[in-house]
Nanobody, 114 residues
């Protein structure tokens, strides 16, 4: 069983930045893929970013050029740097890990509002 714990959410004005962190209870080198999903109020959960063990990184189109996913294998931590935030980025952000089975954290709220 893998536990993923997110931190770093909060309230930010449009155009601002936040960095989310996700620390895994096990080695992220054991994961086939790590990343982030989000769920906005009244909408389905959607994937945001993925980073694979082989170094492939993918983003959904709406965040390309604004969000950056990175990982620190020594700290078993995955990050999501979010820049130029928009109100439509408001959502609960969930850390994701694929270790054979799929795991998500409890989520951290990101609110983009003036």
């Amino acid at each position: 069983q893998v536990q993923l714990v997110e931190s770093g959410g909060g309230l930010v004005q449009p155009g601002g930045s936040l960095r989310l962190s996700c620390t895994a209870s096990g080695s992220i080198l054991s994961a086939n893929s790590m990343g982030w999903d989000r769920q906005a109020p009244g909408k389905a959960r959607e994937w945001v970013a993925r980073t694979t063990r082989s170094g492939i990184i993918n983003y959904r189109d709406s965040v390309k050029g604004r969000f950056t996913v990175s990982r620190d294998n020594a700290k078993n931590t995955v990050y999501l740097q979010m820049n130029s935030l928009k109100p439509e980025d408001t959502a609960v952000y969930y850390c994701f890990g694929q270790y054979g089975g799929e795991y998500w954290g409890q989520g951290t709220q990101v609110t983009v509002s003036s």
